[in-house]
DNA sequence: TTGTAGGCGTTATCAA
DNA sequence: TTGATAACGCCTACAA
């Protein structure tokens, strides 16, 4: 037994099992079994073995056993844009249901100028994942992709746009022109005709798409001409959906002395940020401007005033993105959309112009 | 040539090198010099390789990548509680600076149950790091296993009170315990007397704890009786830090008939709730009620009153963090300690008495 | 209940 | 410029 060899390695802090083994008097398989809770072990070995483990601080590879692996318990959550607080409650969703279905998960980061469906193919080999979850995210140039991805997975609060491109994938979602409709339509109701929209300029990201043709179709709805001045663009040199975007751009509007009643915006962070640029001008809100928000996140609630939102169901949207996951994984499907309804809140931000 | 096994392993998409190698009717080797751009390659047979990797959709395996190399060049940064929005700056900076250095990232989510420590350890093996980033956290009972760590590490916005027994790390701070007491001092100064702190139960927290004895220091030397009953601690039921847990806690407060003028919450989420709580008891901010947070969170300005809090320069946090973690890298140093000094935000949501 | 040996998919060494 | 082959550290038939 090559002693010395082990010394050494113990000091450069690279042990194996081979190590272990060595160092406890058994053979790797029996190191192996104590590891992983193999049922076939004298208990007695298991703990003698699990002991000189702690005492030597070793810690298993993992790319070593996901190589040797060849599937395991574990699911993916691909997310581009980490940050978004949409996403906060549907990571906690997640990670109670799929713990619940004993299986673990990583949270993956995808940045803005990587391809989530590639990312997701490497992951799957990497870690021999069994399901993914795709969280928001674009996939219009990705369907061809798509088709090499040899794992089960969801598309989760995607634009749909793309749904009739995915019809043979499973995705979860919400009508987005339908409930942007449902917003516009309602400050009308409300008397507004000078509604101004904060929208997204990149034409490939759907969701913004969507909610601004919804906007467009309820003014047609109400016979209220279409003001291509009262439509503003997100800054495209600005975080994208941030707070100080809204502000940013609701400041300009204000500054353009252009006549409005009601500013829409088509996601909660921006319809704060349009508050804000209010507030500095002077005005109030919704005594001299409505303020429209979408997403229907927890800050919505706690601003002041509250805001008048759209509220996506995100935590029965994950819970059945999970569902959904779990039956493909188990065969028990071959694909599933569901569309949830969103809930239009009427709260302090928006009044009645009569 | 085993043409058959490898058609085979094309419908399953589990190719390998090899199988990369036989179809281009080269060697391995030369796959993998193709793969990872090798000085020692014909660029013609390269371009070739490549072409039949391209059109097999051929995707290398990481775990038997990382299994083989030795180092890599990426980093880690280790986030516990990934959904604080405190982080947020943080990580676009950590992203836009690790990239210049042509390394890259990723961002490990740390979970309520797991030690970060084991999990760094347990990373590195994997993925062969070169350096982490521990951000948040404690690290109480973590010391001895620091020691195993055999990467340069930085401890990024940790509590100050583990300071001393991290003597021989590496971390950038604030100090905790003074600029709570800055704030504290700043609401006695506006002749509050009577200042409720919504502040973390878990005492081995040690942010939260810091920033409590702060308040009470701050008090002292105002010659202020410390009362018992205007200690206000986050419910352990709902997620700590969140809005609703300080809309909770001070509806409590509210309601029970408490005389005080002032609500220290130590971070701006708690302040937030705290005002929702305020203003749904008819009561006003800060004409009623002042009422101060901590962080410095963009929504503390975009909150209407704006919130009067300490803002720790976060940027340049992440910025020093990385900084350091890469003359660790390079052996250029030991270990640094930066503790970087916070700044108290006066804004609309605290008046004076007088 | 335990151990030996082969293979997971790469990269690195060395020789051609 | 290329290719065969030995690791990397682990798991798992198969044998004992």
Redo the contacts with the bound molecule.
Sequence with gaps: MDKSKVKERTIVE?????DI?KLS?????????A??N?????E???AMVMRVIKENH????N???N???SASRTIAILIRGITNPFFNPMINVFEKEIQNKKYSFILHRVDENQNEVEVAIELV?EKRLRGIVFLGGTFSHSREKLKQLTVPFVLSTIGMTELSELKEHSYVTVDDYMESYKMVDYLCGLGHKRIAIITDPRADVNIGKLRYEGYKKALEDHGIEFDEQLVRWMKEDVESYSMINGYKVTKELLDSQLEFTAVYAIADSLAIGACKAIFEAGKRVPEDYSVAGYDGLDMSFYYNPSITTIKQPVEEMAEETIKILFDLIHKKIKHEHKIFPAELLVRESTKSLS
């Design positions: 690279r042990l194996t099992i081979i083994a008097g058994v053979g790797v398989t029996t190191v192996s079994r590891i992983n193999h049922p076939d072990i004298n007695e070995t298991k070793y810690v298993p590879n790319s070593a056993r190589l040797k692996r080999k």
